[in-house]
């Protein structure tokens, strides 16, 4: 078992930028694709974020691409997702995730463990 605590959430203005942490425990993320998720109100959840074992391999939704960069620490055991020129469109709660699988073919349906999640908000 993995176990999965998102940190970092908040509110911020339109345009401002947030780090998100995923501190795990129980194993050690070595093993794992790591990737980032987020729901908003009424929507499916959908994808982030993705990184390779190694942090040689790095995806992205067309939506955050040139903005979120995701990075991993496996000593810390630990994955970030740094959020910049936020916009209210990413408000949502920002699910972190472990899969066995490759992280390109990360999904919904493919992720292993969830995070309890960690809302950030938007202001326009």
């Known amino acids: 078992q993995v176990q999965l605590v998102e940190s970092g959430g908040g509110l911020v203005q339109a345009g401002g930028s947030l780090r998100l942490s995923c501190a795990a425990s129980?194993?050690?993320?070595?093993?794992?694709?790591m990737g980032w998720f987020r729901q908003a109100p009424g929507k499916e959840r959908e994808f982030v974020a993705a990184?390779?074992?190694?942090?040689?391999?790095?995806y992205y939704a067309d939506s955050v691409k040139g903005r979120f960069t995701i990075s991993r620490d496996n000593a810390k055991n630990t994955m970030y997702l740094q959020m910049i020129n936020l916009k209210p469109e990413d408000t949502a709660t920002y699910y972190c995730?472990?899969?066995?699988?490759?992280?390109?073919?990360?999904?919904?349906?493919?992720?292993?463990?969830w995070g309890q999640g960690t809302q950030v908000t938007v202001s326009s």
């Open positions: 995730a472990a899969d066995h699988s490759t992280a390109v073919a990360m999904g919904v349906m493919t992720v292993d463990y």
């Open positions: 990184i390779s074992r190694s942090s040689s391999n790095t």
């Open positions: 129980g194993r050690t993320i070595n093993n794992y694709a």
